[in-house]
């Protein structure tokens, strides 16, 4: 028995493959803590896990910033928790298909030799193991681990579009708490405005529709009101249900005013940077690497696999012969089966490499879309901020003094009032929408952008 151990276990043992670099390091990564240390300082929160509920973290904070809400979404929202277990689950592939097959124990004995006086007492043991060709699990593992990259990209687009979508709703929940502030603004002036009127009015300098026109004008920003609170409810629950909590908890109010980014990179840079970075791209890519592996594996699989068998067999009575090692393989005749693999697997490579060409000129017109949506954002918020509000402020101005004299009537005043308003309106719209397509900017080049301010999407 020493003697077929000693022969056998050798043979059990050859062919085994040992985990790679390349898979030992995505093993590290994915044992490892996910890491909040930039969330606890950007929130003042002390998230734990995902399942922490983060209401006293912003119940503590004055205003919402939007890094610490892009940070929050991310560690709590389930379509990161499902893209990184999709991950997970694909890297636990590569030590499945890597790993040799079981070896095989049988045993057998001659049931007539039991308590014979004629013979010794026969029985056989045979342990044997199946080693695939040299080379077939190294391509089974590279296999398992370009699906394993492929879908830790994908983890990534759903990081990416999720903090899109988050910093979207930031925005739009900035733009709802200054359109309200600007509101209540205007109703403090119709309000001092109709005081004026009734006061003209009373002096016999100006009638009775003046004052009305007010109330009127006062009434419209009432109804105006309670349609903001009805955005700025449907905004909190949108952001609320990012959050992975109920869309009626309550949110701290966003920050008075946003700095604006100034982009550096031009549109060529842009494109360039999409085609590198942009992880659809890297993840078909990795598939495109995972079927080649698929297809080399395939072509292998033209050469035979192998069987070595040991054993102890005393149904030879003859000492010397009992002990025995055995080599066997299989025939590969059934080509018609491995040739249709191969043609697979090579289809399947010129699909992949089809979708990268096309994804690669989808993604150009992506960013040439929202990077010439950025530059028109910019061109309408510089001029809201520079000639438009400005101006609209000075009209409100001159047609206050000249009513105050006499000069022009109330509904002139009024008007100018609207003017300003609704200027001041579209001047935090455009902020908005600027904030917003400079992410969607983000997104669609799959990196943040640095600028003259150091504005750049927290990662």
């Not at 919402?64 to 991310?74: E, H, M, N, T």
């Not at 296999?143 to 990259?149: H, P, Q």
């Not at 000069?407 to 309106?425: I, N, P, V, Y």
């Not at 001047?427 to 397509?437: G, I, L």
Request: proline share 5%; with cysteine.
């Amino acid at each position: 028995m020493r003697r077929f151990l000693s022969s056998t276990l050798p043979l059990v043992l050859f062919g085994c493959v040992g985990p790679s670099a390349h898979y030992q390091r995505l093993r590290d990564v994915a044992s490892q803590p996910i890491d909040s240390s930039w969330v606890e300082q950007r929130a003042r929160s002390a998230l734990q896990s995902r399942r922490l509920d983060t209401r006293p973290v912003f119940e503590e904070l004055e205003e919402l910033s939007i890094d610490g809400f892009v940070a929050a979404v991310q560690l709590r929202n389930p379509t990161v928790v499902a893209a990184e277990h999709a991950w997970r689950a694909a890297l636990a592939r590569y030590p499945q298909v890597t790993s040799l097959d079981d070896p095989m124990l049988s045993y057998a004995l001659g049931p007539s030799s039991i308590g014979s006086n004629n013979v010794d007492f026969a029985q056989k043991i045979e342990l044997s193991q199946k080693l695939p060709w040299p080379g077939k699990l190294g391509l089974r593992g590279e296999a398992a681990l370009s699906e394993a990259d492929a879908r830790r990209e994908e983890l990534r687009t759903a990081k990416d579009k999720l903090e899109q979508q988050a910093k979207v709703a930031f925005f739009e929940f900035y733009y709802v708490y200054r359109a309200i502030e600007t509101n209540e603004v205007n109703k403090t002036i119709l309000q001092e405005f109709k005081r004026t009127a009734e006061a003209k009015y009373a002096a016999g300098t100006a009638s009775k529709q003046d004052a009305l026109q007010a109330e009127v004008a006062h009434n419209h920003l009432l109804h105006r009101g309670i349609v903001l609170e009805r955005l700025r409810r449907v905004t909190k629950g949108r952001m609320n249900t990012l959050l992975n909590r109920s869309p009626n908890e309550e949110l701290p109010p966003p920050p008075g005013a946003l700095a604006l980014p100034t982009l550096r990179p031009v549109y060529a840079t842009l494109v360039s940077r999409s085609l590198e970075a942009r992880p659809e791209i890297r993840a078909l890519l990795h598939r495109v690497r995972g079927q080649q592996a698929t297809l080399d594996l395939a072509r292998m699989d033209f050469w035979p696999d192998f069987t070595i068998t040991g054993g102890y067999n005393s149904l030879w009575q003859q000492d010397d012969l009992q002990p025995y090692v055995g080599f066997g393989f299989n025939i590969p005749i059934q080509t018609g089966r491995r040739r249709g693999a191969v043609d697979e697997s090579t289809s399947e490579i010129f699909r992949l490499r089809a979708h990268v060409s096309e994804l690669a000129s989808n993604v150009a017109l992506e960013v040439q879309d929202a990077f010439e949506r950025v530059v028109e954002s910019e061109h309408v918020v510089e001029l809201y901020r520079s000639q438009l509000v400005p101006s609209a402020e000075e009209n409100l101005e001159a047609a206050r003094s000249e009513y105050s004299v006499g000069k022009t009537d109330f509904l002139s005043m009024l008007t100018a009032e609207r003017g300003l308003m609704e200027a001041q309106l579209e001047f935090h719209k455009a902020v908005s929408r600027y904030h917003q397509s400079f992410a969607d900017l983000e997104r669609v080049v799959g990196a943040p952008l640095f600028t003259e301010d150091g504005y750049e999407s927290p990662k």
